[in-house]
C-alpha cells in the first residue's frame, strides 16, 4: 500500500519554494519536452559520425521546415506540438529554430534532408571548466543512479513518473512484468512528479491514478496495462471495474488537501512559469531529488535499471535479504517497450526522460 502523505495545504507553499529554489539538485538542466524526441535523435548523430556524408540533392528551406515538423510531431505522437520558427542556411546545414511544447530550441539538418540533428557541438570553443560543486553536475547524477541499493526483507519499489511523459510509459511498461512476476514479495508504487508537463489531461489522470492506487489499490496494475495502452482513461476506468463514486471521492478529498487543480489554474505557481505544480507526492520527491520522468527508486536508493522486464526484475531482486524462487526462475524480455502509449517492442534506447 503506498505511504500516507502528513502534508497538508498549508505546507505547499514552503514545499514549492523549496523545490524551487534547490531546483533537484540531481536533475540535470535544460531537460524539456524536446526529450522526448532525442533518445533517437541521438542516434543518427552517432551514425553520422561514423559514416561519410554524402549529400544528395540539396532541399529547399520550405521542404526541410515541412520535413522537420511532419517527422517530430508523428515521433511525438501528440505529447507535444513542435513547429519550425525560423529556418537559415550555416556551415553547410540548416539551422532550425524549433518551437517545442512553447519552448525554444535549435537543431541542425544536412541540406539533402537525409539527417536531423538535436544540437551541434562547437569545435572552435573552449571546453569549460567543470565546477565540483555544480548542483546537476553529470558526475553527480551517475553516482546517484548507480548508488549501492540496500537489501532488505520485502524491498521498496518506487517509480517517479509523468501519466503522459512517453518515457515514463516506456518505463511502467518495463516493469509490470516485474511486478507481476514478484508480486507480494516487494512492496510496489507508482508516485508522480512534483509538476506536470503534459497539461490539464495529464493533472487529472495523475489524480485519479493516485486515488485508484491509494483505495482500489488490487484493481490499479489492471488499470494502468490499459492506459499504457489506449491513454484513454475513461475507458479504462469502466474496464477495470473501478468504483466512480469512490474514486470522485477521493479525487476530491485529495484535491483539496493538495491544492491540484488551484495550481493547475494559478499559473504564478508554476514551476518555473511554465509547469502546474502536483504536489501529492512532493514530500518524497524532495527526499529523494526526483526531478524528471522517469526515476526508479529501489530501498530509498535511486536506480539506473534499463527499462526492459529483465533488467528490472534484476535490479530489484538484487534488493532482497534473501532472493525468492521467482529471481531464479523469471524469463523476462530483455528488449526495452516502445515509449508512449501501445506494447510495441522496439528495442528504443533508455536514457530519454521528461523533465524541466
Not at 508537463?197 to 489499490?217: A, F, P, R
Request: net charge negative; glycine share 8%; aromatic share 8%.
Amino acid at each position: 500500500m503506498a505511504k500516507k502523505h502528513s502534508n497538508k495545504h498549508s505546507k505547499e507553499k514552503d514545499t514549492e519554494n523549496k523545490m524551487s529554489e534547490k531546483k533537484m539538485l540531481n536533475v540535470s538542466p535544460g531537460i524539456g519536452p524536446w526529450k522526448i524526441a532525442t533518445a533517437i535523435l541521438a542516434l543518427l548523430f552517432i551514425l553520422s559520425i561514423f559514416g561519410v556524408f554524402s549529400f544528395d540533392k540539396k532541399i529547399s528551406e520550405d521542404e526541410a521546415k515541412t520535413m522537420t515538423e511532419e517527422y517530430l510531431n508523428t515521433l511525438m505522437a501528440g505529447q507535444a506540438e513542435a513547429s519550425v520558427n525560423e529556418i537559415t542556411e550555416e556551415n553547410g546545414l540548416y539551422k532550425i529554430i524549433l518551437d517545442v511544447g512553447g519552448r525554444e530550441y535549435t537543431s541542425y539538418m544536412t541540406n539533402d534532408g537525409k539527417l536531423l540533428f538535436p544540437q551541434a557541438i562547437s569545435l572552435s570553443e573552449e571546453v569549460p571548466e567543470q565546477d565540483g560543486d555544480a548542483e546537476a553536475s553529470g558526475t553527480e547524477t551517475q553516482t546517484a543512479q548507480t548508488a549501492t541499493v540496500p537489501k532488505s526483507d520485502k524491498p521498496e519499489v518506487e517509480l517517479f513518473v509523468m501519466s503522459h511523459c512517453p518515457f515514463g510509459t516506456q518505463a511502467e511498461k518495463g516493469i509490470i512484468p516485474a511486478i507481476k512476476t514478484l508480486r507480494d514479495e516487494v512492496d510496489f508504487n507508482i508516485r508522480f512528479v512534483y509538476y506536470a508537463m503534459h497539461g490539464e489531461t495529464e493533472v487529472k489522470e495523475q489524480l485519479n491514478q493516485y486515488c485508484i492506487q491509494e483505495e482500489q489499490n488490487s484493481k490499479y496494475l489492471d488499470y494502468l496495462e490499459c492506459f499504457l495502452e489506449s491513454g484513454n482513461g475513461d475507458e479504462c476506468l469502466e474496464q477495470a471495474n473501478i468504483d466512480m463514486q469512490k474514486l470522485e471521492a477521493c479525487v476530491e478529498s485529495t484535491d483539496e488537501e493538495f491544492a491540484v487543480i488551484e495550481s493547475l489554474e494559478d499559473q504564478s505557481s508554476w514551476l518555473n512559469g511554465n509547469y502546474p505544480l502536483f504536489n501529492v507526492d512532493s514530500d518524497l520527491n524532495e527526499e529523494y531529488g526526483v526531478g524528471g520522468s522517469p526515476t526508479l527508486i529501489i530501498n530509498g536508493v535511486r536506480s539506473g535499471a534499463g527499462r526492459n522486464p529483465a533488467s528490472y526484475i534484476e535490479a530489484i531482486c538484487g534488493a532482497f535479504t534473501v532472493e525468492p524462487d521467482e529471481c531464479d526462475t523469471a524469463e523476462l524480455s530483455s528488449v526495452n517497450p516502445s515509449p508512449g502509449f501501445g506494447y510495441d517492442t522496439s528495442g528504443s534506447a533508455s536514457a530519454g526522460g521528461c523533465g524541466a
